[in-house]
């Protein structure tokens, strides 16, 4: 005999569906630190050598990969990006619905 299964749709943050307190900042550094990932990769550099084009450890490049980055703000993590070759913008502009909260989102650009 077949179960159903209950599904349902996320939010698009899967912090604020778990309920986590923080969720838009820990989403918002997830975008960014799954940016430097991806940028880490492209140019095939170890830990160590993107820990230091960063500025930081080995092992601290390890726990940011691994999903460890509540220690960094998101400012820090901006500053990340910039290490390599980034330009980091901030656009202030009206919410599409008037009267609602505004939100931030990372659009990451190809290079």
Do not use: C, W
């Amino acid at each position: 005999m077949a179960r159903k299964i209950k599904i349902e749709v996320g939010s698009g943050n899967i912090f604020a569906d778990l309920g986590l307190p923080d969720a838009d900042s820990h989403f918002l550094k997830a975008e960014i630190v799954s940016e430097i990932y991806r940028l880490a990769n492209e140019r095939k550099l170890s830990q160590a050598k993107a820990g230091k084009l960063m500025g930081i450890s080995q092992p601290e490049v390890s726990r940011m990969f691994t999903g460890n980055f509540r220690e960094y703000s998101i400012e820090r993590l901006m500053g990340f990006l910039t290490s390599f070759n980034r330009d980091v913008e901030i656009v202030a502009k009206p919410h599409k619905k008037p009267g609602k909260s505004g939100r931030i989102t990372f659009l990451p650009l190809p290079a």
